[in-house]
C-alpha cells in the first residue's frame, strides 16, 4: 500500500498555517496599537516644535503654550525665567517703548543694540553723538548713533532712560547687553534657563 504523501503534506502545511495564522492574528492588533501610538507621538513632537517657535505663527499659539506650561518666558515670583533656545541663545520677548520685539540676550555686547526697523518703530530720538560710535562687532567694526529709551520692559522688569545704540550694521537683530543686565539685582544661568531678577519687580500689565 503506497502512502498518501499528498494528504500528510497537506496536513503538516495546515499544522504549520495554523499556528501562523494564529501568531498573526495576535500580533496585528499590538501592531496596529503600537502603530498608533508612534503616530500620536510623531504628532505631539511636532506640536511641541510648532509652539516653541510660535513666533514664526500664529500668537494665538502663545496661549497654548501657556496652558501646556511650555511658554519661553514667564515671571515665577519676582523673578523672569527665560528658557534656552533651541539655537542655544536666549531670547527674550520685550517691549520698547511700547513696541513688541523679540531681542537676543547677549552678555558679551556691553551696550544694548537696535535695529533701524526697531528704533523707528519706537519712534525713539536716533543721534549722532559728540564723537563717532564706533563699535567692534562678530563682523568687524561699525559706526552707530545713540538713542535713548524710555521705557523698556521685559516680564516683571522695567528698565527707564536706557541708552542704546543703533546702526543698519545690525540687520534686523536686536540686543540686550551689559548696560540693561547691570542694571538687574542679579542675573544667572541654571541649566538651560536665564533668570533675571530686578531691584522693584513691576506688576503685569
Do not use: C
Amino acid at each position: 500500500m503506497t502512502p498518501d504523501l499528498g494528504g500528510q503534506a497537506a496536513l503538516y502545511l495546515l499544522l504549520l498555517i495554523l499556528p501562523i495564522s494564529a501568531l498573526i492574528a495576535r500580533r496585528v492588533p499590538i501592531l496596529r496599537v503600537l502603530f498608533s501610538l508612534a503616530s500620536w507621538g510623531i504628532i505631539a513632537a511636532l506640536l511641541l516644535v510648532v509652539v516653541n517657535q510660535r513666533e514664526q505663527f500664529d500668537p494665538y499659539l502663545q496661549r497654548i503654550a501657556a496652558l501646556l506650561k511650555l511658554d519661553d518666558q514667564n515671571v515665577v515670583g519676582k523673578e523672569t525665567r527665560i528658557r534656552m533656545s533651541p539655537d542655544g541663545h536666549f531670547w527674550a520677548r520685550v517691549s520698547v517703548d511700547g513696541v513688541e520685539r523679540r531681542m537676543l540676550v547677549d552678555s558679551g555686547a556691553t551696550v544694548t543694540a537696535l535695529s533701524i526697523a526697531t528704533a523707528d518703530a519706537a519712534g525713539l530720538s536716533v543721534k549722532d553723538g559728540m564723537f563717532p560710535m564706533v563699535l567692534s562687532t562678530a563682523n568687524g567694526r561699525i559706526t552707530a548713533k545713540t538713542a535713548t529709551v524710555g521705557e523698556l520692559r521685559l516680564g516683571d522688569i522695567a528698565a527707564r532712560d536706557l541708552g542704546v545704540v543703533v546702526s543698519p550694521a545690525f540687520g534686523d537683530t536686536d540686543v540686550l547687553g551689559m548696560n540693561f543686565l547691570s542694571k538687574l539685582k542679579s542675573w544667572r544661568v541654571e541649566g538651560r534657563t536665564l533668570i533675571l531678577e530686578p531691584h522693584h519687580p513691576q506688576d503685569l500689565t
